[in-house]
């Protein structure tokens, strides 16, 4: 029982090709979008957060 020879500065060259792919992909998701699509993605967010903020119960200083 033989284990497969491995060359270990090919196996981390391959590693960091697949580390850099991810983050190419991860750039890709974030910085590739038109204007369009990052003002509704705002849009959406802000609306989100303004129906958080309008279920939220304000405490007044009384009720400490």
Known sequence: MTAEVVNLRQFK???????????????????GRTKAEKQL???LNEKAERSHQQGRIEKSEDDK
Do not use: D, H
């Open 13 to 31: 060259k391959k590693q960091a090709r697949a580390e850099k792919e991810k983050q190419a992909e991860q750039n890709r998701i974030s910085f």
């Open 41 to 43: 993605t705002n849009a």
